[in-house]
């Protein structure tokens, strides 16, 4: 069984910084695409930021300049480092992982969900 724990969220005044962590664990072979998403209250949920096994990153136009995802695939462990925040950024933030794992008999791909962490910013 796959899991992925998210840590890191808080509250903190605008133009301040915060580190999203989330780890994933289980059987994993390999950890494909990762990626962050938030969801306000109302709003659907949206895609931040994503991070390829191989590829080069990207970032929805709101974020770009101020976060950065990074990945350490030794660690099964994708970031989020998140500057300069505004008031807008505030949300329920969940990472998300394609995984490819070994039941015990195969190898099978799915998409993995973290639990969601608070993310508060006060003007």
């Known amino acids: 069984q796959v899991q992925l724990v998210e840590s890191g969220g808080g509250l903190v005044q605008a133009g301040g910084s915060l580190r999203l962590s989330c780890a994933a664990s289980?059987?994993?072979?390999?950890?494909?695409?990762m990626g962050w998403y938030r969801q306000a209250p109302g709003n659907q949920r949206e895609s931040v930021a994503s991070?390829?096994?191989?590829?080069?990153?990207s970032y929805a136009d709101s974020v770009k300049g101020r976060f950065t995802i990074s990945r350490d695939n030794g660690k099964n462990t994708v970031y989020l480092q998140m500057n300069s925040l505004k008031p807008e950024d505030t949300a329920v933030y969940y990472c998300?992982?394609?995984?490819?794992?070994?039941?015990?008999?195969?190898?099978?791909?799915?998409?993995?969900w973290g639990q969601g962490t608070q993310v508060t910013v006060s003007s």
């Open positions: 998300n992982a394609r995984i490819t794992y070994y039941d015990g008999t195969r190898f099978l791909t799915g998409d993995y």
């Open positions: 991070i390829p096994w191989g590829g080069s990153t």
């Open positions: 289980g059987s994993i072979f390999r950890i494909n695409t």
